[in-house]
């Protein structure tokens, strides 16, 4: 089985879950639930070394502090937004996940574009 080369780090279960019902190949999903330990984000930094890493957090206090540390860490992460106006990634529509997915290279469900 070929290895997962794109990973997407998200913030919850239910952004998770709103990802995986846009994108139309594998992406492998790491939840945080909103916070990460110095141990875990060194483990991330390890192993995520080789892959295309992309981070679609809340535009909200939380989501910015959690990307600051991942930016850190990831340097070479791709940083992916969501409109502020819809403040957390499982509340927005998925037409807008998709096209902010579909804008850097992840291939979505066309129905959602």
Do not use: W
């Not at 790491?30 to 930094?45: H, P, R, V, W």
């Not at 080789?50 to 860490?73: F, N, P, Q, W």
């Amino acid at each position: 089985m070929p290895e997962i080369e794109k990973v997407m780090i998200v913030e919850g279960k239910s952004d998770k879950l709103k990802v995986k019902r846009v994108i139309k190949e594998p992406v492998d999903i790491i939840c945080t639930n909103g916070t990460i330990s110095q141990t875990k984000l060194d483990e991330f930094a390890e192993n995520l070394y080789d892959k295309d890493v992309y981070i679609l957090v809340d535009a909200d206090e939380s989501g910015e502090k959690l990307r600051r540390k991942l930016k850190r860490e990831l340097p070479e992460a791709s940083h992916l937004y969501i409109d502020k106006a819809y403040k957390e990634v499982a509340s927005a529509p998925d037409h807008h996940v998709a096209e902010i997915l579909f804008r850097s290279n992840i291939r979505v469900q066309t129905k959602f574009l």
